[in-house]
């Protein structure tokens, strides 16, 4: 009998987190196999996670941990009017819950980033470990020159919806280069992480670049080897990753993939 979509993305995610662990001490002769076996468990666990069985009872999960801790903190503010053995037993039940695998779930599969960009005045001494697996938020790897950021992103695994390739080819653009298009949503004060935009009816897929003092950066992605098969089309790399139509979204990055998450349409392009 098939296993239930929720229990099933439990399991995989669980085996997918042993993998992981073991690449860490792997023998040369073993991390590429290895390798291979987590690609595939994140594509499989990325289907899984287009089924509302799964998305939402963790999404639920997590919502319902962060409000607790939340109100855990307002009460550790309020010591003089709360009893002290309710405070301690609660603080023990929900550090008890921080390490429970939906959240980390909710943090690498579902965009659920609120819990690790939390404060530490809120989270205090309950906030979940990090698990050396969890992709970090911390984005400042794009936050450098153009040209110093795509040669970088050479060699790294990019992920979105499933699919994950190896880019092999990148071109930065500056803000001389991309000041026609400063109106485009990844440029400027409130810019997006990644958008896929129409030129000439073909999709090219940016990264943002560049620091708070230079928003006019980006690279564009101009080759990718999926499945062995090399691609240097702008158009065929976005079908080939799955993406069909004009949208923006947030990066996720753990020093070797960057993965797109949170997909929108396309708003507010420039069309001349």
């Not at 499989?44 to 069985?53: F, V």
């Not at 801790?69 to 921080?98: G, P």
């Amino acid at each position: 009998m098939k296993a239930e979509p929720l229990k099933e993305a439990l399991d995989r995610f669980s085996q997918l987190e042993d993998i992981e662990r073991r690449r860490e001490t792997a023998s040369e002769f073993m991390k590429n196999s290895l390798a291979v076996a987590a690609r595939t468990g994140e594509a499989k666990l990325e289907e899984l996670c287009a089924s509302t069985e799964v998305r939402e009872p963790i999404l639920e999960f997590a919502r319902s941990y962060e409000r607790d801790r939340e109100d855990l903190a307002f009460l550790k503010s309020q010591q003089d009017l709360v009893d002290a053995e309710d405070l301690e037993s609660k603080t023990r039940q929900l550090d008890e819950r921080s390490s429970d695998p939906r959240l980390r779930f909710a943090a690498r599969f579902l965009g659920y980033s609120s819990l690790n960009n939390a404060s530490d005045e809120t989270v205090e001494t309950t906030e979940p470990e990090r698990s050396d697996n969890e992709p970090p938020m911390d984005l400042t790897f794009f936050e450098r020159p153009p040209e110093v950021v795509a040669e970088d992103m050479k060699g790294l695994t990019i992920s979105v919806k499933g699919n994950s390739a190896v880019i092999t080819e990148t071109f930065p653009q500056d803000e001389k280069y991309n000041e026609k298009w400063a109106s485009d949503p990844i440029f400027g004060d409130n810019r997006v992480d990644v958008m896929v935009s129409k030129y000439r009816g073909h999709k090219i897929l940016y990264i943002k670049a560049g620091d708070a003092n230079h928003s006019l950066d980006c690279v564009r992605i101009n080759g990718i080897e999926i499945d062995g098969k090399k691609i240097k089309s702008a158009n065929q790399i976005c079908e080939a990753l799955g993406l069909d139509e004009e949208v923006v979204g947030d990066l996720r990055f753990d020093g070797k993939k960057i993965k797109i998450v949170n997909l929108k349409p396309l708003k507010n392009k420039k069309t001349s």
